[in-house]
């Protein structure tokens, strides 16, 4: 029997059963939320987890199908001297799910246990007091009938710097790779133990962690949203094909002429045969 070199590539899901079953995940994620909006359900999604693990391209996939109005992403950038002085899960509060709606924070309060205690953008005191008070924060949360969900992309340190150095090479990616992305980068060990002892406190029965393994992002987007979707029950609430009437005449009506608005240069076009 062949072994398996400690250098050789992992098998990851092809291309094209990816794209099929992800067909199939997002018809249900549209079900899901006219289920969510018939039922007046809250849902928050928080999505943590190491920089470059694969949450912004999940968070893509679970959206893409859904209907705006009701499924909104929530990423707030670094908080602002006013917010500086709040309570500090406050400026979060204002972006909770009202009836019908689900919530997706692109990383959360959760920052205090890991960038502002890794970097140092907290103190020792605010840190522990941020300890005490999540897990109760969280119990009010689900108390008061908000479905929370957290996932923690977990990624391994040498896909990590892979997906860097890609992202420092690509234009269209280098947005992607902040300073803040630098500095951790450094840090790898301070943030697995900052996770860690997150973890012990705030894996709590009410809202517990579920990890997602991301070395391999389409089957993290796969594993994630089939997780998510046997987490919240739900009734197939999508309405039937809409069976739409012959348009009405529009009568006394006359287009005005093409040139008399500024029409762009057709750059690109169809050729026909």
Not at 29 to 57: N, P, S, T
Not at 59 to 81: C, F, M, Q, Y
Not at 262 to 267: L, N, P, W, Y
Request: overall charge positive; some cysteine.
């Amino acid at each position: 029997m062949a072994t398996k070199t400690a250098d050789a590539e992992p098998k990851r899901v092809k291309r094209a059963v990816y794209e099929e079953r992800m067909a199939e995940l997002q018809l249900e994620l549209v079900r899901l939320q006219y289920w969510v909006k018939q039922q007046g359900l809250k849902v928050v999604l928080i999505f943590e987890g190491r920089d470059a693990a694969g949450k912004g391209g999940t968070i893509k996939r679970i959206t893409e199908p859904l209907n705006p109005r009701g499924a909104t992403v929530v990423a707030l950038p670094a908080p602002s001297d006013r917010e500086q002085t709040q309570w500090y899960f406050q400026r979060y509060v204002a972006h909770l799910p009202a009836a019908g709606e689900i919530v997706i924070l692109d990383r959360s309060w959760y920052n205090r246990g890991g960038v502002e205690r890794v970097l140092g953008f907290c103190t020792p005191e605010q840190h522990a007091e941020w300890l005490r008070a999540c897990p109760e924060f969280e119990r009010m949360l689900v108390r008061s009938g908000i479905i929370l969900l957290k996932y923690w992309f977990s990624v391994s340190d040498g896909e990590q710097e892979r997906r860097f150095q890609e992202r420092a090479s690509d234009p269209l990616k280098r947005w992607k790779l902040s300073p803040m992305d630098l500095k951790s980068r450094e840090k790898w060990v301070e943030f697995s133990r900052a996770k860690d002892e997150m973890f012990a406190v705030t894996d709590i029965p009410e809202a517990p962690w579920f990890t997602i393994e991301s070395d391999d992002k389409r089957a993290a987007r796969l594993n994630c949203i089939t997780h998510l979707l046997t987490k919240i029950p739900y009734e197939d609430a999508l309405p039937g094909p809409i069976s739409l009437p012959p348009r009405p005449p529009q009568a006394n009506y006359k287009r005005p002429p093409k040139d008399a608005h500024k029409v762009i240069e057709q750059r690109f076009w169809h050729k026909h045969a």
